[in-house]
T-cell receptor, first 113, second 112 residues
Framework: DTEVTQTPKHLVMGMTNKKSLKCEQHMGHRAMYWYKQKAKKPPELMFVYSYEKLSINESVPSRFSPECPNSSLLNLHLHALQPEDSALYLC????????????FGSGTRLTVV | KQEVTQIPAALSVPEGENLVLNCSFTDSAIYNLQWFRQDPGKGLTSLLLIQSSQREQTSGRLNASLDKSSGRSTLYIAASQPGDSATYLCAAGHTGGFKTIFGAGTRLFVKA
């Protein structure tokens, strides 16, 4: 299995809702990442987990809460989002931080209404 | 702070042309340089990865080069096809590989 699987593919949520994005990989990668991408912009790093521990938080607002329950799963919990949080949320994984390159999922298209 | 720039921002070529996409970065202390392809509304597909100790990588009709001293990478696409139409992003990875900075991409359109 050489894929990163993200669910759901599309999500519409209200500003008072709580929802979660899920990411799964079975390549034995020990680093996992969340990126946010606005239309026609490059992906921006949000969080990095290494060996299930949060190693990088790029000053992301607390309404985004990451979780790495095991080496294959990465979640992003969403609460009280704003319309400007609407974007494509991408998950990626890599062997570790050894520069071996990233594998990306196909993303979750999030719309906040 | 690393900045990654891609030129041109958009490119339209007839089918069959050879073309070069450019990527420049301000901090030469990179760990690796990766090229990705992104179709509209989709995730990123890795095309080529060049480690900092390497000069180039090839895959099929694609060839990527890296010149750390000048802060540049190029992606060469031979005999372009309509199916190559997509946005191409380069990304500079930093020591440890955890932090990767993306360029804004080049939107390529190959006309049949």
């Amino acid at each position: 299995d050489t894929e990163v699987t993200q669910t759901p593919k599309h999500l519409v949520m209200g500003m008072t809702n709580k929802k979660s994005l899920k990411c799964e990989q079975h390549m034995g990668h020990r680093a996992m990442y969340w990126y946010k991408q606005k239309a026609k912009k490059p992906p921006e790093l949000m969080f990095v987990y290494s060996y299930e521990k949060l190693s990088i938080n790029e000053s992301v607002p607390s309404r985004f809460s990451p979780e790495c329950p095991n080496s294959s799963l990465l979640n992003l919990h969403l609460h009280a989002l704003q319309p400007e949080d609407s974007a494509l949320y991408l998950c990626a994984s890599s062997q570790t931080g050894d520069g071996s390159g990233y594998t990306f999922g196909s993303g979750t298209r999030l719309t906040v209404v | 702070k690393q900045e990654v720039t891609q030129i041109p921002a958009a490119l339209s070529v007839p089918e069959g042309e050879n073309l070069v996409l450019n990527c420049s970065f301000t901090d030469s202390a990179i760990y690796n340089l990766q090229w990705f392809r992104q179709d509209p509304g989709k995730g990123l597909t890795s095309l080529l990865l060049i480690q900092s100790s390497q000069r180039e990588q090839t895959s099929g009709r694609l060839n990527a080069s890296l010149d750390k001293s000048s802060g540049r990478s190029t992606l060469y696409i031979a005999a372009s096809q309509p199916g190559d139409s997509a946005t191409y992003l380069c990304a500079a990875g930093h020591t440890g590989g955890f932090k990767t900075i993306f360029g804004a991409g080049t939107r390529l359109f190959v006309k049949a």
